[in-house]
């Protein structure tokens, strides 16, 4: 059985950090492209970063602010988010088996998601 666990979210004030992990069991975790995504109510749902092998990709809004990371050892992605802005506030979810391009991240070919994580920025 594959699971898929996200974990870091919080509230934290304009120009604050967090770290969110993404662990995954079931799976051969190295075998696969893995990222975030992000939903904000009433928005549609927003690639954030992908990381296939070590090449990251980042969507546009978080470029040079989120860095993304693995440990294939560890079975874990990281999200590591910084110079955070009330637009950032959304649910995050990991998913495993995305569509990982060098400028691009789709969900098209996702085989699994997390039940993901509430990020909240306060201005």
């Known amino acids: 059985q594959v699971q898929v666990v996200e974990s870091g979210g919080g509230l934290v004030q304009a120009g604050g950090s967090l770290n969110l992990s993404c662990t995954a069991s079931?799976?051969?975790?190295?075998?696969?492209?893995w990222g975030w995504f992000r939903q904000a109510p009433g928005k549609e749902r927003e690639g954030v970063s992908c990381i296939w092998n070590n090449s990251p990709t980042y969507g546009d809004s978080v470029k040079g602010r989120f860095t993304i990371s693995r440990d294939n050892a560890k079975d874990t992605v990281y999200l590591q988010m910084e110079s955070l802005k009330p637009e950032d506030t959304a649910m995050y979810y990991c998913a495993v088996n995305l569509a990982c391009g060098t400028s691009s991240i789709a969900a098209i070919t996702i085989t699994h998601w997390g039940q993901g994580t509430q990020v909240t920025v306060s201005s």
């Open positions: 079931g799976l051969p975790f190295r075998n696969y492209a």
